[in-house]
DNA sequence: TTGAAAGCGCTAACAG
DNA sequence: CTGTTAGCGCTTTCAA
């Protein structure tokens, strides 16, 4: 039925081997007979076999891409990173999506592994001990995008969260801010608590006492930042530090809602900067992630430990910057 | 090195063949057997090789899923509803993308049934006749999903384009309009094709002369569409009819800035119905594009035919439905 | 430069 | 209910 390299070799009156070497651009082949291999091959429409050739190389040329969800416009930007850059080394991607649930980010990992993958990139916003447990004891390569490990076990490339946050805030403070609310995302995410963080240090560094109430949880959607805005509303805030463009999107319609300009009257500063930071009105200053490049050089990190080299750093740091935008009032 | 089921046989004192069935939940295992077996995999840590059954069963249990661009929210959504029903079946994706690129997408499909993978969905707004021969001749069954092969000869899952798009003209032309422009996706697009017959077509089904001037081309990105409106303030349009949210948002602020109140002097329908359409302002009428569920249907159909089930109809058309915001004034 | 042969780890008859 | 035995299609020594 479908056409395997005995039947190449045999109408070409060559050996499997040779076959073989042409196959994989093997140069110990006499190029007549390489012709001869390679006129075959297209006559009869022969296909290698990758499943076979993965059981006896041991190598499959597929990675496989753990993410929270892909229909998410950050992680789908991450995703593009990491495939762009494993097409680029040849390699395909198995794409699951965890929703950030623990036993199914294990399973999946095991699934991976099971289908013998030659390495993993990995996403999600909390590490649990078991999931890290299993990722050190993994035979296979295994690097965090935008993923926090705190002990650092695990190969990561991540931006300064801390440092970008503690700047944003910063520039708040500069423009005067002394009622500054923090709209977050879930807490139980690393980078969330890290903001945080930065949240209180610049303003203890600046002497403004940290009202608790001007800081509020949700869970990332346009929604419940309108609703955000409504609940800060008695304590008075007169700028924002909001953890993605989908809820500053919705704070800046909260605060329009309630009367307000901005930034006259109020100023924000999102997280992440994807084109809706552009898309808004006014358009939103941001810092600005960069989650394409941090996908693209989690793979390329990868490659690297598949490859077997020999690695310097195993936490990579990429820079990120503030985009000024009219959701400020700047210099 | 690594753990094998012989190992686990040879431990265990049974044959491969045991272990197999145990592994693979085949019934005829004694109870204790099955026990001291699954003992011996839980010591041993045995992880099925699923390259090396993949080649004994012929079957991967993966599928491949050649879509245009991932970090493209539309197809993103389509591929959540993708992998949430492989999922639901046990099957991973291998996921590439094609940027529409017909030389990538003929070299994704070799390279996908290359790794053997149980069947293919996939997506392209165009489908040249090369592709079509190819997938004609594949030995693994293929859908597409949001994508339109005019021939029928693979199967597919879509909407009616035309009827969505002729229903969206019909509630402007009915709301008063005879200046009515159409911003459009690329029109080597079937799908964006259809919307444009259907524009003329309820023209002039209401007797309303088709103005040429009135039908812009762009890129499908907001930008193209802020520039659009500009080009087509001088034809006095007092409707838009929009391809996609992304777009919408920038005849919004195209119209806008040229002073005009939406809905009051100019009225938007939009066709997508994202998350964007309620975080616009003001909110969208929206064609609503069932994209989670067609990824989903298209799948569901593939598992069909990887079955090899007999399928009566080849062509399934989901419904839509116009969702009614404040771009448009409704009853 | 080429061929022979031994696996890779598992499934799937078939036999018992 | 369990074991034996062929492969699945390819890579990879090892010889020649």
Redesign the pocket.
Known sequence: M?V???DVAREA??????V??V??GN????P???KKVLKVIEELG?R??AV??G????KTTTVGVIIPDISNSMYAELARGIEDIATMYRYNIILSNSDQNENKELQLLETMLGKQVDGIVFMSDVISSELLYEMKRSPTPIVLAGSIDDSNAIASVNIDYYGAAYEAMKKLIDNGHTRIAFVSGLFSSKVNKDKLKAYRQALEDASIEVDEQLVIECDNSYDEAIEAVNTLAPHKPTAYFVSNDEMSIGVIHGVEANGQKIPEDVEIISYENSKLARMARPMLTSVALPLYDIGAVSMRLLTKYMNGEEIEENQVILPYRIEERASTKNA
Chains 1, 2 share one sequence.
């Open positions: 479908t395997t390299i005995y009156n060559v050996s499997m081997a040779t073989s070497r196959v994989n140069q110990n082949v006499k007549a007979t390489r022969y290698p076999n076979a050739r059981l006896a190389s041991k």
